[in-house]
Nanobody, 127 residues
Framework: VQLQASGGGLVEPGGSLRLSCTALGFSLGPYAIGWFRQAPGKEREIVSCISNSGDRTWLSDSVKGRFTVSRDNVKNTLYLQMNSLKPEGTAVYFC?????????????????????WGQGTLVTVSS
């Protein structure tokens, strides 16, 4: 299971970016997906997660009201829409997959719950 996150870049504070997560050679449909980020010198932290069907989504308190997670299983792609970005949002963003479909936020918010990870995409929020 190989994932690839894309869409990162340099954006000014208050700006927006949309990250995408795609799968190479397999369907993402059966997998719950987590978005994590890791800033320099800090631990990897949960940003958002979405169930395999897309009917359940979760956002960390730090991004609620600004970020939205969605998925298009026909296009085999997941999205993280990030609005009103802040400098503290500067990090490498990763998507990760788990076949566990009945987990809740406490389960999906832990990096070790995910066996498959993409390489990450760098988001820099700076003026």
């Amino acid at each position: 299971v190989q994932l690839q996150a894309s869409g990162g870049g340099l954006v000014e504070p208050g700006g927006s970016l949309r990250l995408s997560c795609t799968a190479l050679g397999f369907s993402l449909g059966p997998y719950a997906i987590g978005w994590f980020r890791q800033a320099p010198g800090k631990e990897r932290e949960i940003v958002s997660c979405i169930s395999n069907s897309g009917d359940r989504t979760w956002l960390s308190d730090s991004v609620k009201g600004r970020f939205t997670v969605s998925r298009d299983n026909v296009k085999n792609t997941l999205y993280l829409q990030m609005n009103s970005l802040k400098p503290e949002g500067t990090a490498v963003y990763f998507c990760a997959a788990t076949p566990v479909f009945n987990g809740g936020y406490n389960y999906y918010s832990v990096p070790s719950s995910f066996a498959s990870w993409g390489q990450g995409t760098l988001v820099t929020v700076s003026s």
